[in-house]
Every structure is written in structure tokens, then in C-alpha cells.
């Protein structure tokens, strides 16, 4: 992960009359890409919002590009685009027309030769152009949104559950997309979501956040290394004697046997690692394989949503 802060929220509350929607939130953004993870109703969205000045924080410090996101709003906007959760286009005009239009409300260059490079930078390719944006794909769509994100070649591009409503195949392409901005146009990215599975390829950085505040923050390495369990599988003969003496240590959270192995979910690897021998020699059984089952994101989420 490159190292280099870009941006950051320090105890950042913001309430809505008497709902709090981010409650002491304090986060870093890094440049590459950045996955802002949360079940609905977390506050990415008032996350989002309040880092473009669009709303201001109660109480807290938030900063992008050191400038402050409320006061010095007009100077981020101008680094930074942005696709919201809902896309609004007219779809009476052309794809070209509708970015040429948006071009010209930011200020950026509306030279269509421009314009229509940077369509087929998100892959939308000329013939596709002069069309009607009202007879566009979900996916199409998503991409038109992205290209008018990336006017005026910002820094960063905060995406608002850019992958939603779309299909597995679209969210591929998208975060494929994504991902080669970033590394042939260092471009950095903020991307909202609560689907985890597909981020866990693309980021660099994961700030997991629920009700208004911070879980963890990190690679994904970071993201594993404090995960409450962890699953092995062992293969050992017999397999029946050694589950007897597993049942009983209070490491042990579950223990199955599925295809003549162990399933073992532990709370400390690292002890279980130690005793599985001594269990085994006691026993007078052979140990063939311990295998640690990699866990995903989402059950590292999972569970750390559960145990805050
Ligand atoms: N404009 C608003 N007025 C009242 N409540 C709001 C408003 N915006 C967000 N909230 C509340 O703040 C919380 C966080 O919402 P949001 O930021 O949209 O979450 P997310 O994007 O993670 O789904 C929710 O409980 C939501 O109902
Ligand atoms: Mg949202």
C-alpha cells in the first residue's frame, strides 16, 4: 500500500435531528484505492457527502488534500470527482452530449475530442456516442457516471455503491476498470460498499465502518490479522479420538468432522497449533495435514460488526 495520506476524518460526528449518522467517525484515505465497507445505514454516504462540503460536520475535523472538506469545499471539488449512489442523466441526450453538458457545468475542457477519448477511456466506444442515454445498459450507464467522475482529471474519484445495480459481470468489468485507472493513471479511489467479496480484490486500503463509526482500518492483511476465529482443517487418524479431546479445550468454538476431517474453528490459532501435536501423541493417532481455511473479507466483517 503506498503510504501517502490524502485524506482524513478525526472524530467526525454528524447528526441528522435526533439520528446520529456518524458518531465519533475517524478514518484515513491513502492514495490507490480505498474501500469505504459498511452495511446499509453506516454512513458512507454522509461520509461521502461531508467530505465534498455538501454537508457539515457537527463536531470533528474532516480533510482531503489537507483542506478542509466544509471551507475549503470549492478547492476539493476541483481535485476530486465524484459518482453518486443514484445517477441523474437526461436521457434524451447522447452520451457525448450529456458529458459535454457536465463538462461545461465543471469548467473542464468540453472539447470533444476529449470527450470522446475519455469515452473510450471507460470503455464506451464511439459507436455508442451519439446513442441516447435513455436506451443505455445498467452497465453503461455506470460507465458514462465514471467518465463524468473522471472530468477535469481529478486525483481522486469517490464512487458511491458504484457496483449496486449491477450485475456480476458488470461489477467485474467496473472494478476491473477501476483498478487500471488507478495503476496507468494513478488516479486514487474512494469506493463505497456493502458487498465485500469484490472490493477484497481491488483495494488497498479497507475502512470498515458500522452506526456511524470506525471498526478497523488497513491492508488486507491488516484486515485478517485481528480476526476474533479461524478455521483449520486436519486430516488425522482416527479422527473420532482425537475430536473427543478437541471437544474439551476452551479455544475450540466448533469442531465437525465432514469427508473423515477435522473441522476446527479456534479463537487462538496459535495455541491450537501448539496443542494439536500433544493432542494427537496423547492419543496415539497420526497427523497428516493442518490446513488454516482462508477467511474472506466478509467473515472478518461479519464478525467484527458482531462483536462491536
Ligand atoms: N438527510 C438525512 N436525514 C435524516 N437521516 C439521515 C439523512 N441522511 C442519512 N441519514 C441517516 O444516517 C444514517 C446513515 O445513513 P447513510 O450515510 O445513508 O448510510 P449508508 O450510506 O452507509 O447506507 C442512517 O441511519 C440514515 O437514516
Ligand atoms: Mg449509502
Redesign the pocket.
Known amino acids: 500500500m503506498d503510504c501517502e495520506i490524502i485524506g482524513e476524518f478525526r472524530s467526525v460526528t454528524?447528526r441528522?435531528?435526533s439520528?446520529?449518522?456518524?458518531d465519533g467517525l475517524s478514518l484515513k484515505i491513502y492514495r490507490g484505492i480505498n474501500g469505504l465497507i459498511?452495511?446499509?445505514?453506516?454512513?458512507?454516504?454522509?461520509?461521502?457527502?461531508l467530505s465534498l462540503g455538501l454537508?457539515k460536520a457537527d463536531a470533528g475535523c474532516a480533510e482531503l488534500f489537507r483542506f478542509d472538506c466544509w471551507n475549503d469545499s470549492l478547492v476539493i471539488r476541483g481535485r476530486v470527482g465524484v459518482l453518486y449512489?443514484k445517477l441523474a442523466f437526461y436521457d434524451n441526450l447522447s452520451g457525448l452530449e450529456q458529458l459535454r453538458l457536465m463538462a461545461k457545468l465543471k469548467g473542464a475542457s468540453d472539447s470533444v475530442v476529449k470527450l470522446r477519448k475519455l469515452l473510450c477511456l471507460v470503455e464506451l466506444d464511439e459507436s455508442v456516442h451519439g446513442r441516447r442515454v435513455g436506451g443505455y445498459s445498467a452497465g453503461m450507464r455506470q460507465r458514462l457516471g465514471l467518465a463524468q467522475a473522471l472530468l477535469g482529471n481529478p486525483e481522486l474519484v469517490i464512487l458511491?455503491?458504484p457496483t449496486a445495480n449491477l450485475d456480476p459481470l458488470n461489477r467485474v468489468k467496473i472494478l476491473e476498470l477501476i483498478t487500471f485507472l488507478n495503476k496507468e493513471h494513478d488516479i486514487s479511489f474512494l469506493i463505497?460498499s456493502?458487498i465485500l467479496p469484490e472490493l477484497e480484490r481491488v483495494c488497498d486500503n479497507f475502512i470498515l465502518?458500522n452506526k456511524?463509526k470506525l471498526l478497523r482500518q488497513g491492508s488486507i492483511v491488516q484486515m485478517f490479522e485481528k480476526t476474533v476465529t479461524t478455521k483449520f482443517i486436519v486430516r488425522v487418524q482416527p479422527v473420532e479420538s482425537v475430536m473427543v479431546f478437541l471437544k474439551d479445550e476452551a479455544y475450540v468454538e466448533d469442531l465437525a468432522v465432514i469427508d473423515d476431517c477435522l473441522h476446527v474453528v479456534v479463537r487462538d490459532a496459535v495455541l491450537f497449533r501448539k496443542r494439536l501435536p500433544l493432542l494427537v501423541g496423547q492419543v496415539g493417532a497420526s497427523l497428516d495435514e493442518v490446513r488454516m481455511v482462508k477467511s474472506d473479507l466478509e467473515t472478518v466483517f461479519k464478525s467484527t460488526v458482531e462483536g462491536a
Do not use: Q, W
Not at 439520528?19 to 456518524?22: E, I, T
Not at 446499509?40 to 461520509?47: I, S
Open positions: 454528524k441528522f435531528g439520528a446520529v449518522a456518524l459498511g452495511p446499509n445505514g453506516a454512513g458512507k454516504t454522509t461520509a461521502i457527502r454537508i449512489e458511491d455503491e463505497s456493502h465502518m456511524g
